[in-house]
């Protein structure tokens, strides 16, 4: 059962391929905002994860934060959630993504409880449009 207040942390080291400049979301050789991003959908999945039912998941449907401070290739990423609401299947997250300089960005991220199996189907259905 989801409750609000469920917490999760997860560390991350850039890499070079995780930078603006290779994602070609900007020029520089830091870590790329979508990449942050990523790891924050990735500490909410993974914060939920082990309390749903067999064969669901949750998909991300909303991202609203800021990216504050640029981190370095070879950085330390370390993202942290609070499930803050729960509301149905709905889900929403407070998050943010610190390195050793301090925060680098936060807000919030909202999901939704889905039944895999069904969702995957309702997306193949597009390959025959």
């Known amino acids: ?23 070609k979301s900007g020029l520089l050789e830091v870590l ?21 039912e067999e064969g669901f998941g949750t998909v991300g449907t909303l991202v609203n934060v800021t990216h504050e401070a640029p981190t370095p290739v070879g950085g330390q990423v370390t993202v942290n959630c609070f ?3 729960v509301d149905g299947r709905r889900l929403v997250f407070a998050v943010e993504a610190s390195d050793k300089g301090g925060i680098i960005g936060r807000g919030t991220h ?7 199996a069904k969702f995957q189907a309702k997306c193949d259905k597009k390959k025959d449009i």
């Not at 409750?3 to 080291?13: D, P």
């Not at 790329?32 to 749903?52: G, N, R, Y």
Request: glycine letters at 6%; hydrophobic letters at 45%.
């Open 83 to 85: 499930l803050r609401q």
């Open 1 to 23: 059962m989801l409750e609000i207040g469920l917490t999760h942390k997860i560390t991350r080291t850039v890499e070079p391929g995780y930078t603006a400049a290779s994602l």
């Open 32 to 52: 790329a905002t979508p990449i942050m991003i990523a790891w924050m959908e990735e500490c909410c999945m993974d914060c939920v994860q082990a309390k749903l």
């Open 110 to 116: 909202e999901r939704f409880v889905v039944d895999g």
